[in-house]
């Protein structure tokens, strides 16, 4: 089953513009990880974010963790064409336990 | 590239067969998970090998059966095949930290037909 849900499940931005999306989970985590997505190919590590923090930045991405409502927001700043891809929260109970993913963002950028 | 291998990348099967997936870990990564990930879904794990022994499993029917071999490589085994077993099939090797972010090979997409 889905731990998290990500929302909108689409979004379409012009280049340039910022992209935010969001995730809510159900239960107490130790961290939180986004992947991004390429057409149906395998996933990539952008960023993690641990239980006890409240933001984190990489480059463009900027993540926030509120585990009072039990939810993350990415935000892609100064977004290109390249960005185009599904984004997905994956959640973390403990280390080296499984990820439990969301059903994603697809995100259009367009040129 | 996460340095994580699968093979093969697409494979087309009848239902009632059998599918045997393989993947590479990355270099000095102990685990290995599996997850499905059907169209237009968010990947769902099956199970994870940690040093050879099954460590962990997902709400998967035991058709669904795996191997990790002494150099962390990892097999997974589909028995008599259903059509809701068309999916991608993600591999994800990571090492036994605290916190483990997990480096995902490139997919096998599984057909059933």
């Known amino acids: 089953s889905q731990q998290g849900e990500e929302d909108p499940q689409a979004l379409s931005i012009q280049e340039g513009e910022n992209a935010t999306m969001n995730c809510s989970y159900k239960?107490?985590?130790?961290?939180l990880q986004w992947y991004r997505q390429n057409s149906g190919r395998g996933l990539v590590h952008l960023i993690l974010?641990?239980?006890?923090?409240r933001e984190k930045h990489s480059g463009r991405l900027r993540v926030t963790l509120d585990t009072s409502k039990k939810s993350s927001s990415l935000l892609i700043t100064a977004s290109r064409a390249a960005d185009t891809a599904s984004y997905f929260c994956?959640?973390?109970?403990?280390?080296?336990?499984?990820?439990?993913f969301g059903k994603g963002t697809r995100l259009s950028v367009i040129a | 590239e996460t340095g994580v291998t699968q093979s093969p990348t697409h494979l087309i099967k009848t239902r009632g067969q059998q599918v045997t997936l393989r993947c590479s870990s990355q270099?000095?990564?102990?685990?290995v998970s599996w997850y499905q990930q059907a169209l237009g879904q968010g990947p769902q794990f099956i199970f994870q090998?940690?040093?050879?022994?099954?460590?962990g499993r997902g709400n998967f029917p035991p058709r669904f059966s795996g191997l990790q071999f002494p150099n962390y490589s990892s097999e997974l085994n589909v028995n008599a095949l259903e059509l809701d077993d068309s999916a991608l099939y993600l591999c994800?090797?990571?090492?036994?930290?605290?916190?483990?972010?997990?480096?995902f090979g490139p997919g096998t997409r599984l057909t059933v037909l």
């Open positions: 994800a090797s990571s090492w036994d930290r605290v916190e483990s972010e997990q480096f």
């Open positions: 239960t107490s985590i130790n961290n």
């Open positions: 974010i641990r239980s006890n923090e």
């Open positions: 994956a959640t973390q109970r403990s280390g080296n336990t499984p990820l439990v």
């Open positions: 270099s000095g990564h102990n685990t």
């Open positions: 090998y940690y040093r050879e022994e099954e460590n």
